[in-house]
Structure formats: structure tokens, C-alpha cells
């Protein structure tokens, strides 16, 4: 009958809305390429796998990145990884292999985008001299977590979110500040159209760099939540997630420019000057060492009220 067909479709439209997993990646190396997966394993640090390793400099033990123009070739580098070995690839080059549990990892102290010093593991010459030629970073080493490595969660003043009394002190990966970086679909169409209004060319979210991408919510919702389960991993969705000129350079051409900065400017700059794209979440200790998956349903458990309310005066 026409009213069953009718509902059939209702149905379908309303599960086509409910938000749910779009996308998930990782970054075996910070900065460089990411791996596209259809689920991975939630863990405390972060995905398994994820931000694991970064290129440092083998003076002072810097982390290289590529807001430094000279170091922008690393976003070039690509990644395979299983188990313990690590295969790297970039343009023109042959690959190389690391086996990350091999006896050439000596440890080194290495300084991370944020935060103070880390013990990490150095990969060894061979991959180092690798990575000079592939990204013209003079001294560059290839350096990863192991043992003896321990990191926090980091927050940003300026963003004024406190940590979750049970998430203080949470372990994370090298990521910047939090082991999850969660955005919205629905978000990234809202700019592009706010940018294609400026007459600016549109980008995609590899921007963002982004662990977990959601479909399904309203532009800019995913600034509500507090409390949210995926899969049946639980998250503390806790700090807004500020943008640098990382989101402003291209990846294929490695060209610069001022968007989407310059348009987020004229909607999602905070009184601090933090420019807002995606939230940093903690995990719930308790639910980790489970997979996520691509199409598991978001199930927002919490809202945070003042960001809710923020959020309703602005986008509502």
C-alpha cells in the first residue's frame, strides 16, 4: 500500500539521518599521509597505530612539521604498516622498511608538537637518510614511541575546556593534544559554502586531519557533545579543536594560502583568537581495546549546556 511504501521511505530517510561513523583514518607518522581504514582499534593512546612515530631533527630533537615550509615535502611521505614493520614510500623514491621492534631502535629524548620532552625511540641511519632525501629535511630521524614513553593529554588555555575529573592525566599518542580528533561532514559542507560565498575554491577535510569523521549531525553540532559511544567505546568529547596554517596548505601542490582560515575567521573565531574546526576526545578507559567501526552509529550520551547553548544562539 502507499502508506506502507510511505513509511518504508521514512524509515530510511530517518537511518540515513542518524549520525554515524563516515570515515575513519590514522597517521602511523605525524604529518605525513594518512591510512584510510574501515574500523580500527580504539586504545587509551589513541587508534592503534595512529601518530605512533614523528620526524625529528637530530640536534636538539625537534619535532619537524610542516608549518615550516622546508618541511612541507613530509606530507608526501606515505605509510603501510602491520604488525611491527613500517613501510615507507614517497614520490620518486623507492620504499623503505623499518621493523619497529628491531634492534636498531636506540632511545632518544624528542620534543613533540605540544608539551615537554618525550623518550621515543630512534629508527636508526638507515631510514633517517631515507627521510633526508625523500623531504629535504637536513638531519631529519625517524624517531617512535616505545618503551619507557609517557605522555599526557594537553590542554589549551585559550579554549578553556577543563579536563574530565576521571580523564586527568590520560595517556596520549604524539598527537597534539588529545588521542581523538573527531569532525563532521555537515560542518565541512557548511564552510565550503560559507567559502564559495567569498568567491574561495572549496578543500576537504584531509585538512583537518581528523581520526574519525561523522555524517549525520547539524553543522557545528558536534560542539554540544560532551559524552558520546561509538561502537561500544566511549568518549569524553572535551576540547575544541583550534586551527593552525596546517589547514591552509595543499596537499598535492604543497601551495599556501589564507583559507579556510580566513573564513573561519568570520564565524568560528573565539575572544581568544582560537579558530574552531572538530573536537579533541578522551577515551573512557574502561571501554577501550574495542573496534570502530565505518557506519557504527553515534549515540550521544551527554551534551555539554554551555557549548549547546552557544551553539543554538549561533547555528540553531
Known amino acids: 500500500s502507499v502508506v506502507a511504501v510511505t513509511a518504508v521511505l521514512w524509515l530510511k530517510l530517518k537511518k540515513k539521518r542518524e549520525p554515524a561513523v563516515y570515515d575513519i583514518k590514522v597517521y602511523p607518522i605525524k604529518s605525513c ?3 584510510q581504514l574501515t574500523e580500527a582499534l580504539a586504545t587509551d593512546l589513541g587508534f592503534e597505530n595512529d601518530r605512533i612515530a614523528q620526524v625529528s631533527e637530530s640536534q636538539k630533537g625537534n619535532y619537524c612539521t610542516p608549518r615550516d615550509p ?3 615535502k613530509l606530507f608526501h611521505i606515505k605509510s603501510a604498516i602491520k604488525d611491527k614493520t613500517l613501510v615507507l614510500s614517497a614520490p620518486g623514491k623507492s620504499h623503505v622498511v623499518i621493523n619497529l621492534a628491531g634492534k636498531q631502535a636506540k632511545p632518544t629524548m624528542a620534543i613533540p608538537m605540544t608539551g615537554p620532552k618525550v623518550k621515543l625511540q630512534d629508527y636508526g641511519d638507515e631510514v633517517a637518510k631515507w627521510l633526508q632525501s625523500a623531504t629535504g629535511i637536513e638531519n631529519a630521524r ?4 616505545g618503551a619507557g614513553y609517557n605522555r599526557v593529554v594537553v590542554v589549551n588555555p585559550d579554549q578553556k575546556d577543563a579536563i574530565p575529573t576521571e580523564a586527568k592525566d590520560a595517556p596520549v599518542s604524539l598527537a597534539d593534544e588529545a588521542p581523538y580528533l ?3 561532514t555537515s560542518s565541512l559542507k557548511d564552510l565550503n559554502k560559507r567559502m564559495k ?6 578543500i576537504d577535510m584531509q585538512r583537518f586531519r581528523p581520526n574519525i569523521v561523522i555524517s549525520g549531525l547539524k ?4 560542539d554540544c557533545l560532551k559524552r558520546i559511544r561509538l561502537g561500544a567505546v566511549e568518549f569524553h568529547v572535551w576540547q575544541r579543536c583550534g586551527r593552525c596554517t596546517m589547514t ?5 601542490s604543497l601551495e599556501r594560502g589564507p583559507e579556510p582560515l580566513a573564513t573561519l575567521s568570520t564565524f568560528r573565531e573565539r575572544a581568544a583568537g582560537q579558530q574552531n574546526f572538530g573536537m579533541h576526545m578522551i577515551p573512557v578507559a574502561s571501554t577501550t581495546n574495542n573496534v570502530i567501526s565505518v557506519g557504527d552509529k553515534l549515540e550521544i550520551l551527554e551534551y555539554d549546556e554551555e557549548r549547546k547553548a552557544e551553539w543554538e544562539k549561533l547555528f540553531g
Do not use: C, F, V, Y
Open 182 to 184: 573527531l569532525t563532521s
Open 248 to 252: 591552509t596548505i595543499n596537499r598535492d
Open 219 to 222: 553543522p557545528w553540532e558536534e
Open 197 to 202: 560565498s567569498r568567491g574561495k575554491t572549496a
Open 33 to 35: 599521509a594518512p591510512i
Open 70 to 72: 622546508k618541511h612541507a
Open 142 to 145: 625517524l624517531t617512535g614511541i
